[in-house]
T-cell receptor
């Protein structure tokens, strides 16, 4: 089945620092890829997505590029804010009849002022 | 447009009991997926319902069951609760077409089994 390997956390950065969270996956075919964010005590929010190779998803200053050759979908942000502190999950979605998301263990990000 | 809602927010049960969790999907969505998120872990897929039929299932025992209603709302039922069932249960809705596969999550139900 599908699987995801994410950069282990926790990650602690100072405000305005550059962020990279690595994500690699194994999946059948070429799934759509997603980044979700989870703030403390809340459910998951869709952050960005990419549906085919070389697509770049972007939202709120975050970006990730679908790299088919390396099966990667690394999350980046040029200047993080304290409000970005959360847990980030990378997830491919399966191409079968049940479009299930496969999540890694997540990366905890803490941004200090 | 109403987002995904779940009830209750929190629930405490004891081992061996049964529990029902509820989910209202986002307006216009006909597919509901349920996930279990243990503390410090990523969500794990339980099952998915599409137009009132189970459309796929993850690696969970039969005591985890579900329903989807004509209005596309859904229930997750867990029988014979075990301590390891303590988790955040997340419901996600989507449009069940191959070209539209974004899943939108509710806030979750926190289940504690004592």
């Amino acid at each position: 089945g599908d699987s995801v390997t994410q950069m282990e956390g926790p990650v602690t950065l100072s405000e305005e620092a550059f962020l990279t969270i690595n994500c690699t996956y194994t999946a059948t075919g070429y799934p759509s890829l997603f980044w979700y964010v989870q703030y403390p005590g809340e459910g998951l929010q869709l952050l960005l997505k990419a549906t085919k190779a070389d697509d770049k998803g972007s939202n709120k200053g975050f970006e990730a590029t679908y790299r088919k050759e390396t099966t990667s979908f690394h999350l980046e942000k040029g200047s993080v804010q304290v409000s970005d502190s959360a847990v980030y999950f990378c997830a491919p979605i399966s191409s079968g009849s049940a479009r299930q998301l496969t999540f890694g263990s997540g990366t905890q990000l803490t941004v200090l002022p | 447009e109403t987002g995904v809602t779940q009830s209750p927010t929190h629930l405490i049960k004891t081992r061996g009991q049964q529990v029902t969790l509820r989910c209202s999907s986002q307006s216009g969505h006909n597919t509901v997926s349920w996930y279990q998120q243990a503390l410090g872990q990523g969500p794990q897929f339980i099952f998915q319902y599409y137009r009132e039929e189970e459309n796929g299932r993850g690696n969970f025992p039969p005591r985890f069951s579900g329903l989807q209603f004509p209005n596309y709302s859904s229930e997750l039922n867990v029988n014979a609760l075990e301590l390891d069932d303590s988790a955040l249960y997340l419901c996600a809705s989507s449009l069940g077409t191959p070209s539209y596969n974004e899943q939108f999550f509710g806030p979750g139900t926190r289940l504690t089994v004592l």
